[in-house]
């Protein structure tokens, strides 16, 4: 077939043309079709499952929780609603029934904790519930505030749990509470033996074997001046000194043990051997003074500090009985296991902050 110089020339410049539409179609068909691959890539690729918490509460960002600090290891130290004599002082707290892992339980309380301004640590607490269900309570703190010093019921930990404190970094920490508890044994015997102690020594009737165990710097600073102040007060009347400490130890050594008592329950017990207030029952004050007729009126603040320092021992627990944690020391203007004065001014949270910097090392 012949084809004139014309059409050649016009067939040549159409498939020219057409062939430079075709690779630009072409190109243009690969790169949408890398495209689409990668977008189906990315689409597909697998995504780590929600939790079961993270359903219901959302996903905590990794760097957040990166800035919460576990204080690891058993300390021995215990655990509870902080309070100054009563007053509590916890932030807040939140309380869940689920089947959650105890991964999950630190997630929530981070999370919890993250919804409150004011939180800068908080406390996980896990106890059997209904149904097989756990119940799983985070309480939030702020040290700042002096909620993380003193303490209501507080209970010691056993030997080889995990701290479950957290705090987030650059925050103060929350201080171990042997830091501020009386070192004494809590318990009734030890108490009535410790007092035999502190009456026999320099004696022939001193028991060397027992007594230099609860002789304690502390039992010495706090316990032993009620002590000599009843044998003084009574040899100043006249009266036989064993006879006056029996007598006293008698009436207020059951304060020790009235958690579930006629009076009060848990540390409010605190409050009771400090209460001056003649419309309310106390220990020594005005007339409704359990033992005000037991005691010399001269001892009270001694005889009220070394209550306290038992009361503020680490918790002693046996399966009918519990002695000690009530922790009343660490208050900021208030020396160790006194009684707040009538002119007392609470501290502010700029006053536990200091503190807890000055007593944090």
Known sequence: ?????????????????????????????????????????????????????????????????????????????????????????????????????????????????????????????????????????????????????????????????????????????????????CDVDPDAEAMDQLIFCILTTGTDDFDAVRCPDLLTDDALRYVAPAVSCVINDAVLNEQDPLIAVITCLECTSPAVELYDGNYLSGCQVNSFICENDASVPSLFGATNGVCGDSCTSTCVEELSTALLCALGALPLETNVDRSGGCVSSGIPGLDPFTCPSADFVAPTPEDYAAFLVENSD
Do not use: W
């Open 1 to 181: 077939m012949h084809f004139s110089t014309t059409i050649l020339f016009f067939l040549s410049s159409f498939l020219s043309e057409h062939s430079v539409l075709v690779e630009a179609s072409s190109s243009k068909s690969s790169k949408s079709t890398k495209k689409s691959s990668k977008s189906s890539k990315s689409k597909t690729s697998p995504t780590k499952p929600l939790s079961q918490a993270e359903k219901y509460f959302g996903v905590l960002p990794d760097k957040v929780a990166a800035s919460y600090i576990r204080i690891e290891d058993a300390r021995g130290y215990v655990t509870g609603t902080p309070t100054i004599f009563g007053s509590t002082a916890v932030l807040d707290s939140y309380v869940d029934y689920g089947d959650y892992s105890d991964e999950e339980v630190v997630t929530i309380c981070m999370i919890k904790c993250e919804e409150n301004p004011l939180c800068t640590s908080f406390e996980i607490k896990i106890n059997p519930g209904v149904k097989g269900r756990n119940r799983h309570q985070c309480e939030f703190f702020n040290p700042s505030l002096g909620t993380v010093l003193t303490t209501d019921v507080i209970v010691k930990q056993r030997e080889g749990d995990d701290s479950i404190f957290f705090y987030k970094e650059e925050t103060l920490p929350p201080l171990a509470f042997e830091k501020f508890a």
